[in-house]
């Protein structure tokens, strides 16, 4: 069984920084690239992120281009969030995701292309 653990979120105020983290653990795999989801109250689970390995290529929504980035690791399989610039609408639980098929390098921003899927981290950005 693979698992995914994501750590950093907290409250900060807005204009500040967080640092996301997402490990995987447990059964060895092997993944084409890694992302970050996020869902607010009352909304529907969004893309934020994703990298895929092959070439390092990054993805971001619109709404966070220019203020987060994207990272990570692929002998570990574990990826990193830098989010600067938080706003009081980046409030939400954000969750870190892998994918194991090359169904990643036609779809990184959906949702149906990763396999594995952590339990979340909470984000609050305080106006």
């Known amino acids: 069984q693979v698992q995914l653990v994501e750590s950093g979120g907290g409250l900060v105020q807005a204009g500040g920084s967080l640092r996301l983290s997402c490990a995987a653990s447990?059964?060895?795999?092997?993944?084409?690239?890694m992302g970050w989801f996020r869902q607010a109250p009352g909304k529907e689970r969004e893309f934020v992120a994703a990298?895929?390995?092959?070439?390092?290529?990054?993805y971001y929504a619109d709404s966070v281009k220019g203020r987060f980035t994207i990272s990570g690791d692929n002998a570990k399989n574990t990826v990193y969030l830098q989010m600067n610039s938080l706003k009081p609408e980046d409030t939400a639980v954000y969750y870190c995701?892998?994918?194991?098929?090359?169904?990643?390098?036609?779809?990184?921003?959906?949702?149906?292309?990763?396999?594995?899927w952590g339990q979340g981290t909470q984000v609050t950005v305080s106006s």
């Open positions: 995701a892998a994918a194991k098929t090359r169904t990643l390098v036609v779809a990184a921003l959906e949702a149906y292309a990763y396999d594995y």
């Open positions: 447990g059964r060895t795999f092997s993944s084409y690239g």
């Open positions: 990298i895929r390995w092959s070439g390092g290529r990054t």
